[in-house]
């Protein structure tokens, strides 16, 4: 892990929360050196992923929604890229070696400041299994999907996406639908 260039708490001095120069919104400021803490978005990265005509589920055994079903997904780590990502997850979560093929969506989750970049991925063997943050892994047909029990709407979103453009080739990706993105805003 690359420690940061500075943190407040490497920092002597105090932080007030202020709208720093040139910028639009308020932020953590030193008052003595004038660092400014900038929080962004985190990104998940993820993969739906294939064999043959089955779709790899993972049961979550954490929260949040921990019983629920989901792709293989996670936060994206320090110095890897968004397909490397994907498929570090599949492996921590499905024990899953896949071949990522191309971007399937990016989700925007303004409410709790995530990205998500979803991928289409082939598994390269059916030997997969349970890493630790699942409880299940398992190959599901198509219409053998417990779509009940989805942990989160992206999932839906992202298996819908990836059966509508199964055979199209990959192209622009798939984005939040609008009036989704708006109830996620309170709006």
């Known amino acids: 892990m690359t420690k940061p260039l500075a943190t407040p708490s490497d920092l002597a001095g105090d932080f007030s929360n202020r709208q720093p120069d040139g910028d639009n919104r308020d ?6 050196c004038g660092f400014i803490n900038y ?11 294939t064999w043959e005509d089955k779709f790899l589920l993972c049961r979550r055994s954490i929260e949040p929604r921990s019983g629920y079903w989901t792709y293989p997904a996670g936060f994206m780590e320090e110095r890897e890229s968004t397909a490397e990502g994907a498929a570090r997850e599949a492996k921590e979560e499905a ?16 409410r709790i400041s995530h990205v ?12 997969f299994g349970v890493g630790e943050e699942s409880a299940e892994v398992e190959l599901f047909h198509w219409d053998d999907i417990p779509w009940d029990d989805l942990a989160f709407p992206t ?21 939040t639908p609008e ?4 109830k996620m805003r309170g709006r």
């Not at 929080?39 to 992923?49: F, L, Q, T």
């Not at 009036?179 to 708006?182: P, V």
Request: aromatic share 8%.
């Open 179 to 182: 009036s989704a993105l708006q």
């Open 27 to 32: 932020r953590l400021v030193c008052d003595s």
């Open 116 to 127: 998500q970049i979803i991928y289409r991925a082939r598994l390269l063997n059916d030997n």
């Open 95 to 110: 024990l899953a070696d896949i071949e990522v093929d191309g971007i399937l969506a990016i989700y925007d989750i303004p």
């Open 155 to 175: 999932v839906r979103w992202s298996l819908n996406q990836f059966y509508e453009t199964k055979d199209a080739p990959l192209g622009a990706p798939f984005t």
């Open 39 to 49: 929080v962004n978005p985190k990104i998940i990265v993820g993969a739906v992923c």
